[in-house]
Nanobody
């Protein structure tokens, strides 16, 4: 069964950093573009960053220059390094394939940027 498990969220002050991790089943990981998504209260889920199996990355304008997506194909892991956090980054963060696969959504990890 496919599983995506996110971790690493928490509370950080504006300007601070957090690193999110996503553990993925090997069956979906090796050939897929992976993405980080987020959903803030009262808002639709949005795509934050993507990374291809070859390591090419793309970012939403709102996080460009502050967030870095990476992956470790040997460990089936995807990461999101978040620096210079802003209050508007507060959301539940999810990983999934890109395009997203409906059945792969996990519980996500809460990120709160607040003083």
């Amino acid at each position: 069964q496919v599983q995506l498990v996110e971790s690493g969220g928490g509370l950080a002050q504006p300007g601070g950093s957090l690193r999110l991790s996503c553990a993925a089943s090997g069956s979906i990981f090796s050939l897929n573009t992976m993405g980080w998504y987020r959903q803030a209260p009262g808002k639709q889920r949005e795509l934050v960053a993507t990374i291809t199996s070859a390591g090419r990355t793309n970012y939403a304008d709102s996080v460009k220059g502050r967030f870095t997506i990476s992956r470790d194909n040997a460990k089936n892991m995807v990461y999101l390094q978040m620096n210079s956090l802003k209050p508007e980054d507060t959301a539940v963060y999810y990983c999934n394939t890109h395009p997203a696969t409906m059945n792969y959504w996990g519980q996500g990890t809460q990120v709160t940027a607040s003083s």
